[in-house]
């Protein structure tokens, strides 16, 4: 019985369920929100630890928009970055 679990544990190891109320024919589109969210998850994870930025409180409505903004752009450059080099990396 130990070794049919075991092997039911191994065949699933590594893998998630996603559970969603929307019923599309293409789970290829289901599949597309939630790798975006994991890429700006990612974004904001390398802004806090390699970047340091930490969350700041502003007074002014205008300084937290450009806090905003600032912030959309440094993302915007990190993605282009990403990009660039993926396409310089060698394949393999």
Same mark, same amino acid.
């Given at each position: 019985m130990q070794q049919e679990q075991l092997a039911d544990a191994q065949l699933y190891d590594?893998? +998630?369920l996603r559970r +969603?109320?929307?019923t599309q024919d293409e789970p290829a589109w289901l599949w597309k929100?939630?790798?975006l969210l994991v890429a700006?998850?990612?974004v904001f994870h390398t802004?806090?630890?390699d970047l340091h930025v930490r969350p700041?409180?502003?007074s002014l409505e205008q300084r937290v928009e450009a806090h905003i903004f600032v912030s959309f752009l440094a993302c915007c450059l990190w993605v282009t970055l990403q990009q660039k080099l993926?396409?310089?990396w060698p394949p393999g």
């Amino acid at each position: 019985m130990q070794q049919e679990q075991l092997a039911d544990a191994q065949l699933y190891d590594g893998h +998630s369920l996603r559970r +969603s109320h929307l019923t599309q024919d293409e789970p290829a589109w289901l599949w597309k929100p939630y790798l975006l969210l994991v890429a700006i998850e990612g974004v904001f994870h390398t802004f806090k630890k390699d970047l340091h930025v930490r969350p700041l409180c502003h007074s002014l409505e205008q300084r937290v928009e450009a806090h905003i903004f600032v912030s959309f752009l440094a993302c915007c450059l990190w993605v282009t970055l990403q990009q660039k080099l993926r396409a310089l990396w060698p394949p393999g």
